[in-house]
């Protein structure tokens, strides 16, 4: 099932400007907090993230692709966010929903598939990844090219049609801009990934939990498609939130040196995902720069988190300290990882520092 929203509010120019500018391998906290911001809201729907990152200054066209085959445990989505200028387009994986038994399924099937070439990942996330990605390398290339994502979605004579839905204004025209290319076939980037007046200027995938991992997938295979190499120089960040470790050590050293300084992982507090695959599954590992919660917000941490040694023990240990959280008397008891700190809702307030309530306004 696919869908789209299209938002009709004039977005302030500096957050397209300061993302879109961004220098390369830089972290940036206001990029941070939009960006946990879309991978929160990945949650709901398209129309309510698209509606969100409005009120935080992206006016945008927001299209969502959803795969789902419970008899190959796959139930997962996909967001592409395309600013109104086509300059900035911001790819996010929904994470896993905590209704959803076959989500769990995948982020449970850890026995390794082999990624193309280089090294083993986690055979659950990769499938998850394989099965939206025909359909979002074709909307990457489209928002490449300055053509609109929702155009390129109808194009596609595979897929449902892309109607817009209502928009933040609801005297706003709803209909993306005339310019650009309708073809849902855009034409190859150039290797040096030029972007000509009105076209993408820069990309970020982002993502919560399993969409984290996803979006560490995303990223790797735009480095390792030909027809994509155009898209390696847009690439400005790839933000994710209590991800858990996505390959074995080779796939983690190979695409460390290829886009691991662009990759910024954030972990809240005792969270227990992040150290997930547990190692008696086999041998996995982080990379990219590693930003802990403080009181203060996100600070880097030099050593990225090590896996938990055997799953049953975390689990009791991490449900333990999601009771503890809810009965203050017990606040005095450190337990080394929480479940309740993998909330997506910590994570965006984390990144925001502003007062409780205000991810709604």
């Known amino acids: 099932m696919e869908s789209a929203t299209g ?13 879109v500018n961004a220098e390369e391998g830089v972290y940036d906290r206001d990029t941070a907090y939009i960006l946990a911001a879309a991978s929160a809201w990945t949650y ?8 969100m990152l409005t009120r935080r200054g992206i006016a945008n066209e927001c299209v969502s692709v959803e795969f789902k085959n419970d008899a190959l445990f796959v139930d997962s989505t996909a967001y592409v966010v395309q600013s109104h200028d086509r300059r900035l387009a911001i790819l996010c994986f929904s994470g896993t929903e905590p209704r959803n038994h076959i989500d769990w399924l995948t982020d449970a099937s850890v026995r390794a598939d082999t990624f193309p070439s280089v090294g083993n990942v986690h055979g659950g996330f990769y499938r ?6 025909p359909v979002m390398r074709d909307l990457l290339r489209a928002a490449a090219s300055g053509a609109s994502v929702c155009r390129a979605l109808e ?3 595979a897929l449902r049609s ?16 005339e310019d650009g290319p309708r073809s849902g076939d855009p034409p190859p980037l150039t290797e040096e990934g030029d972007a000509p007046a009105g076209q993408l200027e820069a990309l970020y995938i982002t ?13 790797a295979l735009i480095y390792s498609e030909r027809q994509l190499a155009g898209l390696r120089p847009l690439l400005k960040g790839v933000y994710t939130y209590g991800q858990p470790m996505v390959g074995g050590p080779t796939f983690a050293r190979h695409f460390g040196e290829k886009f691991g300084k662009k990759l910024f992982r954030h972990i809240y507090g005792n ?8 190692i008696t599954t086999g041998r996995f590992s982080h990379f990219g720069q590693e930003y802990a919660s403080t009181s203060a917000g996100w600070a880097e941490q030099e050593r990225p988190v090590t896996q938990a040694i055997k799953m049953s023990l975390c689990t009791a240990i991490g449900l333990l300290a999601w009771v503890r959280d809810q009965l203050p008397g017990l606040s005095w008891l450190r337990l080394p990882v929480s479940w309740g700190d993998h909330a997506p809702l910590y994570y965006l307030r984390t990144s925001q520092a502003a007062h409780p309530g205000s991810e709604f306004e």
């Open 155 to 157: 194009a596609d004579q």
């Open 128 to 133: 998850a990844t394989a099965a939206l990605w």
């Open 7 to 19: 938002t009709g509010r004039e977005p302030p120019k500096g957050v397209i400007d300061q993302m």
């Open 44 to 51: 709901s729907d398209a129309d309510a993230l698209g509606r």
């Open 271 to 278: 969270d227990i995902v992040p150290r997930l695959p547990p």
């Open 207 to 219: 993502g919560h939990s399993l969409g984290g991992a996803l979006a560490v997938l995303a990223a």
């Open 162 to 177: 892309c109607p817009l839905r209502g928009s933040l204004d609801r005297g706003a025209e709803q209909r993306p801009a």
